[in-house]
């Protein structure tokens, strides 16, 4: 995965932003000049509204819908993904909406927990060497701006529990299963 170099200063200009359909739902896609920024998802209705109003405020930047194709190739990967044809993401990442202990966990995450595997939020602590610090991990899960590309449902309990996902538990079970991590949903 590529990684754009830590950066903390706030983008300013444009924030372009595109609605994907996927087999979880809507999926709301947002890339500065940067690279992709936030995958959010059920975007549909006041989900995507709020999200949208939320980046425009914390980016201090105007938001448009794609425009110049900065999303295409995190759209035609994440599609490939659904399709069960990508195991790796290859995009370029903003990381501005992340700091700190959140940003050192995710780009752990991110670098060392390939497709089809997980980890548990213990044993990730340990890995960016805070070992007692498993529920900041869980923090840093839910502060995810990049869920999918960034693949926060790949963290799991260390007691075999599937633990919490910001795009709902039902949604982790799917991505699981379409990883080959968990049985396919029977309905």
Request: glycine content about 12%.
């Amino acid at each position: 995965m590529e990684h754009e170099t830590a950066r903390t200063d706030r983008v300013t200009g444009r924030v372009e932003w595109a609605v994907l359909p996927s087999t979880v739902g809507p999926l709301l896609l947002a890339a500065t000049d940067r690279g992709l920024v936030n995958v959010t998802f059920h975007a549909e209705g006041r989900v995507r509204e709020r999200a949208l109003e939320r980046l425009a405020g914390v980016l201090r930047a105007e938001l448009v819908a794609d425009g110049s194709g900065r999303l295409a190739e995190p759209v035609r990967q994440l599609t490939a993904y659904f399709d069960g044809e990508l195991r790796s993401f290859d995009v370029k990442l903003d990381w501005s909406l992340v700091t700190g202990f959140n940003r050192q966990v995710l780009r752990e995450l991110a670098d060392s927990v390939p497709y089809g595997t997980v980890v548990g939020y213990g044993e990730l602590a340990r890995r960016v060497g805070q070992p007692t610090a498993a529920q900041a991990v869980g923090t840093a899960m839910g502060a995810n701006p990049l869920p999918l590309v960034v693949p926060c449902h790949r963290v799991v309990e260390s007691d075999g529990g599937i633990g919490g996902f910001g795009g709902s538990v039902e949604t982790k079970r799917r991505l699981l299963a379409l990883e080959g991590v968990l049985p396919e949903p029977l309905f």
